[in-house]
């Protein structure tokens, strides 16, 4: 029954890793992006495209925790069997992150030895291909290096703590005796990531036997027994000194202190089990959360970048509007003029939202945001027949009059073209509200979206930048 419970959780385990794997895969070739939104988001498109090669290579991430000193380096150059990460006694050699890829696999190194030994771990290149997905004595790994909790520098500190531990599949949590109220902190801080966290009590070869194990009940009785499992605690001595008494010519005993082989093995066989239980459900849910987390980013980094887009055209279409109906004096001309340049406006603002519209469509939804405007297309269209007529008879008399009648002519086309420019700039944002929710109003409907957005704008800080450029095209 057991069997079959354990296949059964297999097969979930699974199904759960191609679903991510196909739903990244999918969020990946359909993103819709300009050359311009791509270049903005190329950070978090990089990233999505490199968990979709992790997830498609298998590789599970293991990111190390813990205070400075507590040899996290170590560690993890004693895991791979090559001294990959720096190491030393200044105060915290490793100021930024840093991985390495790592093959580990548990096998025999000879009769006398447990069957449950692992085979020590070497470093490889990644080799996806090399990887034999679903068996049990082997992982592809990618082992991540963090800074000191403790070291300076703390909000950036925790910031990439954080985004390290909201990626890692696994988290080992390093300490080297009784936990601190820093390192208590801090993995109450990692718990809230929801990941599997091994406390791994490094440097066991610095405390005699009995002293090794009340610092182990203590912190698994007393200190984290709200946070950490017994089964998640692992003792081990990275990199362990063994001590050699020597005596020398003179007949005195010397002792010196020498680097001994790595006591890391518990570790591994804890690893590997967590990633047999675990490993694939773990990528599915990281790959799940980070997708729809990347997906959102880029959904309103995109509309971002489309709003400040969309409101320069809004504001190009509105100074064309308003420099056409400035320098023509025919009215009917005027009203045309300006609708066209409205349409105009729909419709690009529907290509840059990724919308078809056709000229008819563009013209029925100007159509309906007039009428849901009211008052403002209403002046504009007062504005435009009450002045076009006084502009002509102005602009006629300019050469009876030696240019005088210019003086007036071109304070009323600059007042009533400002109204025109403001009209045109409301049913621009009108449009780019419609067309960003999806060409849909939303629950509130047109003509409350309409007089939401009107009411939010400064009319007269438009009016005023309008006539502003006005003035320089016109005189010009």
């Given at each position: 029954?057991?069997?079959v419970s354990?296949?059964?959780?297999?097969l979930?385990s699974?199904?759960?890793?191609f679903?991510?794997?196909?739903?990244i895969?999918d969020?990946v070739?359909?993103l819709d992006?300009s050359e311009?939104?791509?270049?903005s988001?190329?950070?978090?498109?990089d990233e999505?495209?490199q968990?979709l090669?992790?997830i498609?290579?298998?590789?599970v991430?293991?990111?190390?925790?813990?205070?400075?000193?507590?040899?996290?380096s170590?560690?993890l150059?004693?895991?791979?069997g090559?001294?990959?990460?720096?190491?030393?006694?200044i105060?915290?050699?490793?100021r930024t992150m840093e991985?390495?890829a790592?093959?580990?696999?548990?096998?025999?190194?000879?009769?006398?030895?447990?069957?449950?030994?692992?085979?020590?771990?070497?470093?490889?290149?990644p080799?996806?291909v090399a990887?034999e997905?679903g068996?049990?004595?082997?992982a592809n790994v990618e082992?991540?290096?963090?800074?000191?909790?403790?070291?300076?520098?703390?909000?950036q500190?925790e910031?990439l703590?954080?985004?390290?531990?909201?990626r890692a599949d696994?988290i080992?949590?390093v300490?080297?005796?009784?936990?601190?109220?820093?390192?208590?902190?801090a993995?109450?801080?990692?718990?809230?990531a929801?990941?599997?966290?091994l406390?791994v009590?490094n440097?066991?070869d610095?405390?005699?036997e009995?002293?090794?194990?009340a610092?182990?009940?203590?912190?698994?009785?007393t200190?984290?027994r709200?946070?950490?499992?017994?089964?998640?605690?692992?003792?081990?001595s990275?990199a362990p000194?063994?001590v050699?008494?020597?005596?020398?010519l003179d007949?005195?005993?010397?002792v010196s202190?020498t680097a001994?082989?790595?006591q890391?093995e518990?570790?591994?066989l804890?690893?590997l089990d967590?990633?047999?239980?675990?490993g694939?459900?773990l990528m599915a849910?990281?790959?799940?959360?980070?997708a729809?987390?990347a997906n959102g980013?880029i959904?309103?980094r995109?509309m971002?970048?489309r709003d400040r887009?969309a409101?320069q055209?809004?504001w190009?279409?509105?100074v064309m509007?308003?420099t056409?109906?400035?320098?023509?004096?025919v009215?009917?001309?005027d009203?045309l003029?300006?609708?066209?340049?409205?349409?105009?406006?729909?419709?690009?603002?529907s290509?840059l939202?990724?919308?078809d519209?056709?000229?008819a469509?563009?013209?029925a939804?100007l159509?309906?945001?007039?009428?849901?405007m009211?008052?403002?297309?209403?002046?504009?269209?007062?504005?435009t027949?009450?002045?076009?007529?006084?502009?002509?008879?102005?602009?006629?008399?300019?050469?009876?009059?030696?240019?005088a009648?210019?003086v007036?002519?071109?304070s009323?086309?600059a007042?009533?073209?400002?109204?025109?420019?403001?009209s045109?700039?409301g049913?621009g944002q009108v449009?780019?509200t419609?067309l960003?929710n999806?060409?849909t109003?939303?629950e509130?409907?047109?003509?409350a979206?309409a007089?939401r957005?009107l009411?939010?704008?400064?009319?007269e800080s438009?009016?005023?930048?309008l006539?502003?450029?006005?003035a320089?095209k016109l005189q010009?």
């Amino acid at each position: 029954m057991d069997d079959v419970s354990a296949d059964f959780d297999q097969l979930q385990s699974e199904l759960h890793y191609f679903q991510a794997k196909d739903l990244i895969q999918d969020l990946v070739s359909r993103l819709d992006l300009s050359e311009r939104e791509k270049s903005s988001l190329n950070p978090i498109l990089d990233e999505l495209t490199q968990t979709l090669q992790r997830i498609e290579s298998g590789k599970v991430q293991i990111a190390a925790f813990g205070m400075v000193g507590r040899g996290k380096s170590s560690l993890l150059n004693a895991l791979i069997g090559e001294t990959v990460f720096e190491t030393g006694a200044i105060h915290g050699v490793t100021r930024t992150m840093e991985s390495s890829a790592w093959r580990l696999t548990r096998e025999p190194l000879s009769p006398a030895e447990s069957s449950q030994s692992i085979q020590t771990a070497r470093l490889n290149q990644p080799d996806p291909v090399a990887t034999e997905e679903g068996s049990p004595d082997q992982a592809n790994v990618e082992l991540i290096d963090t800074p000191g909790i403790d070291e300076v520098n703390g909000e950036q500190r925790e910031a990439l703590a954080t985004a390290v531990a909201e990626r890692a599949d696994v988290i080992l949590f390093v300490v080297t005796g009784d936990i601190t109220q820093v390192e208590y902190s801090a993995l109450k801080r990692l718990r809230q990531a929801s990941k599997p966290i091994l406390l791994v009590f490094n440097k066991i070869d610095q405390y005699p036997e009995a002293d090794r194990q009340a610092i182990y009940e203590t912190i698994r009785d007393t200190r984290l027994r709200e946070l950490i499992s017994p089964e998640e605690i692992v003792m081990v001595s990275a990199a362990p000194l063994e001590v050699q008494a020597k005596r020398g010519l003179d007949g005195q005993l010397k002792v010196s202190r020498t680097a001994g082989a790595p006591q890391v093995e518990p570790l591994k066989l804890k690893i590997l089990d967590v990633l047999q239980r675990e490993g694939k459900s773990l990528m599915a849910i990281n790959t799940l959360l980070f997708a729809d987390e990347a997906n959102g980013q880029i959904v309103a980094r995109k509309m971002a970048i489309r709003d400040r887009e969309a409101d320069q055209l809004i504001w190009n279409a509105a100074v064309m509007k308003a420099t056409a109906i400035a320098i023509n004096p025919v009215t009917v001309l005027d009203v045309l003029g300006g609708a066209a340049v409205d349409v105009y406006m729909i419709i690009s603002l529907s290509k840059l939202y990724g919308i078809d519209m056709t000229e008819a469509g563009a013209l029925a939804l100007l159509k309906k945001i007039a009428i849901a405007m009211g008052g403002l297309s209403l002046s504009e269209l007062l504005a435009t027949l009450g002045l076009s007529s006084l502009k002509l008879f102005l602009g006629a008399g300019a050469a009876v009059t030696g240019g005088a009648t210019m003086v007036p002519y071109v304070s009323i086309a600059a007042t009533q073209a400002a109204v025109a420019g403001a009209s045109s700039y409301g049913i621009g944002q009108v449009t780019k509200t419609y067309l960003a929710n999806g060409a849909t109003w939303g629950e509130e409907g047109p003509k409350a979206t309409a007089m939401r957005i009107l009411n939010s704008l400064d009319n007269e800080s438009i009016l005023n930048r309008l006539k502003g450029e006005l003035a320089s095209k016109l005189q010009s």
